[in-house]
């Protein structure tokens, strides 16, 4: 079963995924995470895909169907983490595999905005969490270092909700008249949120 998460920059996504996956068995594939891993590693790749990413605007199709397809492998149940992003990988996608669900967790822009401009991300375990609940950049769940991504500036930010706007909404169309689409309010306590998409799953 293929499961998409779509939602604003600031939603949640990562940090319900983390839940819902310790209670369903599902494998999960974030693109920004593998294409983070991929900047990680200094390749030449990895240098276009930060420069890319650091301007807020999408990575061209074909590299993240690659990189996609190399994560499919040996899967048979998975969540995408902000994969489609866009009616054109939408359509892509549905020529490799099938999307059985999406769960669109849905935040107003004023909170997105504010959850982004104070995030905090640990460079070991991926945790999120905030500026305004940990005043050092120690991780609380496995003490490595926390850091703010360089796409979280004001510019970076901007662009990103431009993109989902004029993007990732008429993807939500394209899944809505497949009759596949769940709306779940994610300007919510963390376990509601879960509990919420756990009910739909
Ligand atoms: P995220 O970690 O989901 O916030 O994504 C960070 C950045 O990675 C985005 O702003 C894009 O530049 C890139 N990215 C992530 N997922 C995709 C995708 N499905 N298609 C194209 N670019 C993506």
Known sequence: MNIVFVGPQGAGKGAVIKEVVKIKPFDVIATGELFRKEIATGSALGKKLKATMDKGILVDLNTTLNVVKGALKNKKNIIFDAFPRNVEQAEAFSKISKVDKVIYLNLD???AYKRLTNRLTCASCNYVTSKLVVKNDVCPVCGGKLFTRT???????????????TRTLPM?????????????DANQPLEKVVSDVLKVL
């Open 151 to 165: 796409d979280d500036t004001r510019e970076g930010i901007n662009k990103r909700f431009q993109e989902f706007e």
């Open 109 to 111: 822009k004023q909170t």
């Open 172 to 184: 939500l169309e394209y899944y809505k008249a497949q009759g596949i689409v769940y709306e779940i």
